[in-house]
T-cell receptor
Framework: KAGVTQTPRYLIKTRGQQVTLSCSPI?????VSWYQQTPGQGLQFLFE???????NKGNFPGRFSGRQFSNSRSEMNVSTLELGDSALYLC??????????????FGPGTRLTVT | AQKITQTQPGMFVQEKEAVTLDCTYD???????LFWYKQPSSGEMIFLIY??????QNATEGRYSLNFQKARKSANLVISASQLGDSAMYFC?????????????FGPGTRLSVLP
């Protein structure tokens, strides 16, 4: 099975711009979660999508949004970029079935630099 | 309050020796899952091992084992026979409840360096 893929791998943007990151989960996985990783804050949960619905959300401003398509692929969007948004953005997929704990499988991440 | 605590920012271990990475957690939910992930310098998170709160036995996966002490709320990762390739950041994570609406919470991580 192919792993989780994320595109692009690296991105440089300017303050005020917006950016869209893409994630393709492992085939058959219906849950996709997004995380922001920075040296100062560590790994922070952004949101989780399951069957095209956001079912969990972290404590991030509304500039951060996401969506999931019918094929489980997911995108996250950050509008009006700030310098502090520079981070490694990780996507993770899991089977996501209710009532069962499933491990998450992570993609390689997208490293976003805001200048 | 911190839900996951990893008190060792950095650890050194000699190649071929065993090492224990500490993790304590905080939850009032009787149902939860504990996970360990490895993050090499390449950045990708690699799933290592899982322990459920109702599991009677400690989880093992090859050279990895989880020392689960429920009453103490600790879930330490033991790596036996360390290899140079084990040098990485290690994260302990927890997911609470048996409902779908609970997200993963990660600890701050421990950087393990294996010395030749």
């Amino acid at each position: 099975k192919a792993g989780v893929t994320q595109t692009p791998r690296y991105l440089i943007k300017t303050r005020g711009q917006q950016v869209t990151l893409s994630c393709s989960p492992i085939s058959g996985h219906r849950s996709v979660s997004w995380y922001q990783q920075t040296p100062g804050q560590g790994l922070q949960f952004l949101f989780e999508y399951f069957s095209e619905t956001q079912r969990n959300k972290g404590n991030f401003p509304g500039r951060f949004s996401g969506r999931q398509f019918s094929n489980s692929r997911s995108e996250m969007n950050v509008s009006t970029l700030e310098l502090g948004d520079s981070a490694l953005y990780l996507c993770a997929s899991s089977e996501g079935a209710q009532g069962v704990f499933h491990e998450q499988y992570f993609g390689p991440g997208t490293r976003l630099t805001v200048t | 309050a911190q839900k996951i605590t990893q008190t060792q920012p950095g650890m050194f271990v000699q190649e071929k020796e065993a090492v224990t990475l500490d993790c304590t957690y905080d939850t009032s939910d009787p149902s939860y899952g504990l996970f360990w992930y490895k993050q090499p310098s390449s950045g990708e998170m690699i799933f290592l091992i899982y322990q459920g709160s109702y599991d009677q036995q400690n989880a093992t996966e090859g050279r990895y084992s989880l020392n689960f002490q429920k009453a103490r709320k600790s879930a330490n990762l033991v790596i036996s026979a360390s290899q140079l390739g084990d040098s990485a950041m290690y994260f302990c994570a927890m997911r609470e409840g048996d409902n779908y609406g609970q997200n993963f919470v990660f600890g701050p991580g421990t950087r393990l360096s294996v010395l030749p």
